[in-house]
Structures are given as structure tokens and as C-alpha cells.
Nanobody
């Protein structure tokens, strides 16, 4: 089993920044990447960003390119999501997820383990 714990959410004004953390524990060797997703009230969960534990090019949703940066610290089994220039439409519960497969980077079905989520609220 793999356990994921998100932290770092909160309330921020438009244009502000937050850094989310996703700490992985357990059988992390079964996973090869971490993804961030978000879900706003009344909407489906959507892809935000993903990165492989081994490195390589990260992937971003078009809506966050140039504003969000995903990074990893393998020594801590932790993945970060730096969010800058936040907008009210970024308001959502943010989830991190881990995958052991090679495909479906931007799909919820491509991930095997999920965290409990952390709330991000951007006020206008």
C-alpha cells in the first residue's frame, strides 16, 4: 500500500502564491510518478500536473502552464506544487495521486493511490 498526505492548502488572495506538498510513504517503489489533480464544487476532478520520480519533463494542464511548477525531492519521497499568480478559478480541493503504470498521465484512471486532498481557496 502507498499512503499520500497533502499539505499546504489555504486561503490566498488573487495573485498570491501557495506551495502544496505531497508526502508519500509505504511501498512507494511500486509507483513511478506523482500527479496533482483538483476538483471544484460541482465539477469533475481534473488534471493539474505530473512528474516522474526518475525525473524527465513534467506535464501541466494548459490552464496552469507558466503559473504552477511541480518538483520532487526523492530523498523525502515528497512532490511539491508551487502555485503562483493564483486566480479565483484555481479554487478547488487539490489531490495528489501515485501511479505505477506508464500511461494515462492526465487521467484519474491512470493513478492507483490517492491522498485525502487539501483545500485551496483564492479570493477575488
Amino acid at each position: 500500500q502507498v499512503r499520500l498526505v497533502e499539505s499546504g492548502g489555504g486561503l490566498v488572495q488573487t495573485g498570491g502564491s501557495l506551495r502544496l506538498s505531497c508526502a508519500a510513504s509505504g511501498r512507494t517503489f511500486r509507483t513511478n510518478r506523482i500527479g496533482w489533480f483538483r476538483q471544484a464544487p460541482g465539477k469533475e476532478r481534473e488534471f493539474v500536473a505530473a512528474i516522474a520520480w526518475s525525473g524527465g519533463r513534467p506535464y501541466y494542464a494548459d490552464s496552469v502552464k507558466g503559473r504552477f511548477t511541480i518538483s520532487r525531492d526523492n530523498t523525502k519521497n515528497t512532490v511539491y506544487l508551487q502555485m503562483n499568480s493564483l486566480k479565483p478559478e484555481d479554487t478547488a480541493v487539490y489531490y495528489c495521486a501515485a501511479s505505477g503504470s506508464s500511461g494515462g498521465w492526465a487521467n484519474t484512471g491512470g493513478y492507483d493511490y490517492w491522498g485525502q486532498g487539501t483545500q485551496v481557496t483564492v479570493s477575488s
